[in-house]
């Protein structure tokens, strides 16, 4: 079965600063790995997704994250944070499971920007 | 083009009263998704339907919740009698799902249940 964690709940970065949010994943086949984000009082919308290819993937906003199989995990990363920024961040990670792409999501990290 | 859109975006009942959740899913996706967002337990899968068909309800926390996808364009989930730790968002996704499909999700914008 596979699953994400994400590590830390919290993080807090200076307005300028890099933002780094980790995850990792466990998967028993070869996964399509996502980073979602979600600003307050709205749904989820992604940011940046890895299915096949360069495992460096570049997103909306600046953001990138790479996939390294070797380690399981999916960082996402942001050379500069700005105040937009602030909002809740998820992992997930997809694999099929009885005839369809079942995404398993990460517990999320709200990142706080501070000015 | 359009969302996924849902309705209500915030509902406030009473315990034992009936909720009923609406969800209409962007067009020509074949896949639709409801999930629970709640401090404790974080994103839930409750159900998902593929071509208006359930094929996994086991998300689906108890009888007292049922969901029903009558056409590819409409979906609802109905809680009944509701408690107040169902108190939660209850989010909508859909996704077009075939060959070589990644599974990303698009998103609503949620639907906010209050039961006191």
């Known amino acids: 079965a596979q699953s994400v964690t994400q590590l830390g709940s919290h993080v807090s970065v200076s307005e300028g600063a890099l933002v780094l949010l980790r995850c990792n994943y466990s998967s028993s086949v070869p996964p399509y790995l996502f980073w979602y984000v979600q600003y307050p009082n709205q749904g989820l919308q992604l940011l940046l997704k890895?299915?096949?290819?360069?495992?460096l993937v570049k997103g909306i906003n600046g953001f990138e994250a790479e996939f390294k199989k070797s380690e399981t995990s999916f960082h996402l990363t942001k050379p500069s944070a700005h105040m937009s920024d602030a909002a809740e961040y998820f992992c997930a990670v997809s694999e099929r499971v009885g005839g369809y792409q079942k995404v398993t999501f990460g517990t999320g990290t709200k990142l706080q920007v501070i000015p | 083009d359009a969302g996924v859109i849902q309705s209500p975006r915030h509902e406030v009942t009473e315990m034992g009263q009936e909720v009923t959740l609406r969800c209409k899913p962007i067009s020509g996706h074949n896949s639709l998704f409801w999930y629970r967002q709640t401090m404790m337990r974080g994103l839930e899968l409750l159900i998902y339907?593929?071509?208006?068909?359930?094929?996994?309800d086991s998300g689906m926390p108890e009888d007292r919740f049922s969901a029903k996808m009558p056409n590819a364009s409409f979906s609802t989930l109905k809680i009944q009698p509701s408690e107040p730790r169902d108190s939660a968002v209850y989010f909508c996704a859909s996704s077009k799902t075939g060959t070589g499909d990644s599974g990303e999700l698009f998103f609503g914008e949620g639907s906010r249940l209050t039961v006191l």
């Open positions: 339907f593929n071509n208006n068909v359930p094929i996994d």
């Open positions: 890895y299915t096949t290819g360069a495992t």
